[in-house]
């Protein structure tokens, strides 16, 4: 069982940067991928940012070049820097588990563990 807490929301503006946090119950490191999502009122939840257990990073279009997806394992903890922000930005921010290490070196798919969310409103 793997228990999510994001954090670090809050109301930003314009041009301005946050840094979002997920804190994970158990070892990152036994999660084959740990991924940020978003979901912008009245829109589907997106893919925003994805970082895996070796360090691959993968980025929306949208957010390439302006969101940084880094994890440390000693802390158990996955950020999010997000620059430049703008208004397009303002959603519910989900931190998601994909890919959990079982007993024999194998990664289980069966489901995906998502946290609360944390709430970025970027407005002037």
């Known amino acids: 069982q793997v228990q999510l807490v994001e954090s670090g929301g809050g109301l930003v503006q314009p041009g301005g940067s946050l840094r979002l946090s997920c804190a994970a119950s158990g070892s990152i490191s036994a999660i084959n991928t740990m991924s940020w999502y978003r979901q912008a009122p009245g829109k589907q939840r997106e893919l925003v940012a994805a970082?895996?257990?070796?360090?691959?990073?993968n980025y929306a279009d949208s957010v390439n070049g302006r969101f940084t997806a880094s994890r440390d394992n000693a802390k158990n903890t996955v950020y999010l820097q997000m620059n430049s922000l703008s208004h397009e930005d303002t959603a519910v921010y989900y931190c998601?588990?994909?890919?959990?290490?079982?007993?024999?070196?194998?990664?289980?798919?069966?489901?995906?563990?998502w946290g609360k969310g944390t709430l970025v409103t970027v407005s002037s």
């Open positions: 970082i895996t257990s070796g360090g691959s990073t």
């Open positions: 998601n588990a994909h890919g959990v290490l079982g007993s024999g070196g194998t990664y289980y798919y069966g489901r995906d563990y």
